[in-house]
Nanobody, 116 residues
């Protein structure tokens, strides 16, 4: 059974940067489209970025040009580089498989708080 562990969150001022990591164990992620989701207080969880097994990426409109998703299949890890952070980026960030054998598996999330 796969275990997904997110890390790298924290408190940052608006305009700052953070790099999130999602390390998988117990199963490989290479044959899954992986994504980063976020859940802001009082809002539904939304997909902010995804990456295919071959590296093709998609981004939500609110993060285009500021966030970059990447993956290292050799390390079984997915990353989210977040630049020019805004207060509205605040939330709990989760990684999960958007599609593939690991679909439905979730980590515990990592909190990102952006102060104005």
């Amino acid at each position: 059974q796969v275990r997904l562990v997110e890390s790298g969150g924290g408190l940052v001022q608006a305009g700052g940067s953070l790099r999130l990591s999602c390390a998988a164990s117990g199963s490989i992620i290479s044959n899954n489209r992986m994504g980063w989701y976020r859940q802001a207080p009082g809002k539904q969880r939304e997909l902010v970025a995804s990456i295919s097994s071959l590296g093709s990426t998609n981004y939500g409109d609110s993060v285009k040009g500021r966030f970059t998703i990447s993956r290292d299949n050799a390390k079984n890890t997915v990353y989210l580089q977040m630049n020019s952070l805004k207060p509205e980026d605040t939330g709990v960030y989760y990684c999960s498989a958007v599609s593939g054998p690991l679909f439905g598996s979730w980590g515990q999330g990592t909190q990102v708080t952006v102060s104005s």
